[in-house]
């Protein structure tokens, strides 16, 4: 066989990892963007005009808001918009990790910014007026629950794709492209979670639960005169938004560095390759976007199976979305 028909056999592949429901989630994300934007025009316009303080900081607020969803937003963007290009190595299909860790970050700071004032609420206590603050936080929570409401509508697990491709290489480099697994026995794992969507989703609750918090607490403090009940909620619910971000950081900053995600499916791969006898001596397993896992393996084998054999026993795994097979023949003496 000619050497051009050889590598024919091979062709080009894409590097396309992105969520099965990126662009629904996008759109989302920029409708969320423009209910909280047109929210935070209203309250300044209409503190400016009736002389509300209260209502002016609400809608500045809310434009700290729009901003961390401005990020996932841009995330969602740029993934499909430079999907196709192959200067990233693996794709594009880690952008919303990074923004979910970036907005993880701006979360922390929320919470010790909240936890601060609340602190010096308890030492310092302010007057409230009851009558502005219950219903801005009431309208804030209206608005946070459409938005949650928005994004849920376009957040699904992700856990199937229409892209796969297996490539293989012994003493060279052989490809295969055009693979198409069939679906894996066992559910998916975190590794099909769109942190990009999580993070936009936590942004929303954490300031609806704030929100609720603060309702109670004021209702409580004109209700009995516990002034002290609107610092004690805003500590309270900086621990919360505080606990929903070091899960973000944790979660996302894993990926990121390329921790295994699933060390089931690691386990199930290694059983795959040495349940005839043949010894896994590397294998690597790490999350290329949502849905999509991307794995090395060596194999040493003293047989004459070449990475074609490999590929097959590891085609029920359907998440496999990118696999280098690497073979090491032993010579017998071995």
């Keep these: 066989m000619a050497e051009r028909d ?10 396309v990892f992105l969520g099965r429901d990126h662009e629904r989630a996008e759109r989302r994300t920029w409708a969320v963007i423009i209910l909280c934007t047109v929210m935070m025009i209203a309250e300044i316009i209409g503190g400016a005009l009736f002389g509300s303080l209260a209502l002016i900081a609400d809608g500045l607020h809310m434009s700290t808001h729009a901003g961390a969803l401005l990020l996932a937003a841009l995330a969602y963007t740029y993934a499909r918009k430079y999907a196709g290009d192959r200067s990233f190595s693996f794709g594009t299909g880690k952008f919303g990790d990074l923004a979910g860790y970036s907005s993880a970050i701006v979360l922390a700071m929320i919470a010790l910014l909240i936890g601060y004032e609340a602190i010096a609420r308890f030492i310092d206590p302010v007057p409230i007026a009851f009558s502005e603050a219950i219903p801005i936080a009431a309208l804030g929570l209206a608005v946070n629950v459409a938005s949650a409401w928005l994004l849920a509508g376009g957040h699904h697990h992700d856990h199937g794709h229409g892209h796969s491709h297996v490539h293989g290489h012994s003493r060279g480099h052989d490809h295969d492209d055009g693979h198409e697994p069939a679906a894996h026995e066992r559910g998916g794992g975190g590794y099909h979670r769109d942190n990009n969507m999580r993070a936009a989703i936590v942004h929303v609750m954490a300031d609806a639960a704030v929100s609720v918090l603060v309702i109670a607490g004021l209702l409580l403090a004109r209700t009995f005169g516990w002034l002290w009940m609107d610092p004690l909620v805003g500590l309270i ?34 059983t795959a390759i040495e349940s005839e006898g043949d010894q896994v001596t590397d294998l690597h397993l790490w999350r290329l976007g949502p849905g999509h896992l991307g794995a090395i393996v060596s194999v040493a084998t003293s047989g004459t199976r070449e990475p074609a054999h490999y590929r097959q026993r590891l ?18 003496s071995s």
């Design 315 to 332: 085609a029920k795994f359907a998440d496999l979305s990118h696999v280098t097979v690497e073979v090491h023949h032993l010579s017998p």
């Design 6 to 15: 050889t590598f024919l056999q091979f062709p080009q592949h894409d590097h």
């Design 237 to 270: 619910g900086a621990l919360v938004i505080a606990n929903w971000s070091f899960g973000l950081l944790r979660d996302t900053g894993s990926i990121l560095l390329d921790r295994t995600p699933d060390p089931r499916i690691a386990e199930e791969v290694r």
